[in-house]
């Protein structure tokens, strides 16, 4: 029976590698890099500019990577700024930095260090959801490399929930590794289509989004360690860092939807409003976690606000 048993275990094991290599290269070959690769520091990082104009870096949020804001507001900001998306490290074609889960300023520190090495020395930031965090992360400990912030449904203070059980197995210490490729090789993309519609409630996800975000790209192994492991150490790292938000003093443009379920208003940007300095709040009625797609007029209209506070407009 033993033998059986492990017989099994083996056969399970080795389908399941082979499902979730398959499935790895399938959907790198359908959605593959759509911008270039740049060494920083012997890290490679992924991005993809557009447009001319004060420099403008956008920080895409969890679980995603910079798909989501290059599918229709990259290409409206071009027009009056020069663009840089960036995949942050561990999603999208961005490498892991390590095998830890990089922090919220290890992250900051690598793009604010791209966004340099391309020639944007103090760029307006705009970070969205967990990208925003990176985003104060970025103007908090290199303060002298921005010109203006812009956080859109932004985590940005400590909250008391506790890790869900998802993420708690997913980054475990050695049940994690087993769960992500279980998951690469045998949960369908569809499920990721779905937690994106509920992430965009309660509107509706915009037509051909699905298709230009990439869901497979997703449930890639080193994308569900790396992502489990962020989510799993955000709240300790926010704790600490929400203190210096009164350090901040560059033009501080914020947007939040009142119906944001994800990253509750009253929570995050609220106080944060509060805790920086000159810092305008824009509350969305009405609106979900995603403004940058419901409402991509007033983020844009937010940036430039940030931008002429900023003397670049």
């Not at 409206?76 to 919220?104: E, F, K, Q």
């Not at 699905?210 to 997703?218: E, M, Y």
């Not at 305008?280 to 209209?301: D, F, W």
């Amino acid at each position: 029976m033993i033998f059986w048993t492990l017989a099994a275990l083996a056969v399970l094991a080795a389908a399941t590698l082979w499902r979730a290599r398959a499935h790895e290269a399938r959907v790198e070959e359908r959605w593959p890099p759509s911008g270039r690769i740049v060494t920083v520091e012997g890290h490679p990082v992924h991005v993809r500019e557009a447009g001319e104009g004060p420099a403008v870096v956008l920080i895409h949020g969890a679980s995603g990577n910079f798909r989501d804001v290059t599918f229709s507001l990259m290409g409206r900001l071009a027009r009056d700024y020069r663009v840089i998306a960036l995949d942050r490290p561990g999603l999208g074609y961005t490498p892991r930095l390590g095998n830890g889960g990089a922090s919220i300023l290890e992250q900051a520190t690598l793009l604010q260090k791209a966004a340099e090495q391309l020639g944007a020395e103090r760029p307006i930031v705009l970070g969205h959801s967990y990208g925003g965090a990176v985003a104060l992360a970025w103007a908090v400990h290199h303060p002298e490399s921005l010109s203006a912030l812009v956080p859109v449904a932004a985590a940005s203070n400590p909250w008391d929930s506790p890790l869900s059980l998802y993420y708690k197995l997913t980054s475990h210490p050695w049940l994690g590794p087993v769960a992500v490729a279980l998951i690469a090789a045998w949960v369908p993309d569809r499920v990721v289509e779905r937690a994106v519609a509920e992430v965009f409630a309660p509107q509706t996800v915009p037509d051909g989004y699905g298709a230009h975000f990439g869901p497979g790209l997703t449930l890639r192994r080193a994308t569900l360690r790396e992502n489990a492991l962020q989510r799993a150490s955000i709240n300790a790292e926010i704790r600490a860092l929400h203190t210096r938000y009164n350090e901040i003093d560059v033009p501080t443009e914020i947007l939040h939807g009142d119906a944001d379920t994800t990253v509750g208003l009253s929570i995050h940007s609220e106080p944060l409003s509060r805790q920086v300095d000159g810092a305008r709040l824009t509350v969305l009625e009405g609106i979900g976690h995603m403004p940058h797609h419901a409402r991509e007029g007033a983020v844009i209209a937010a940036l430039d606000r940030a931008a002429a506070r900023a003397g670049l407009r």
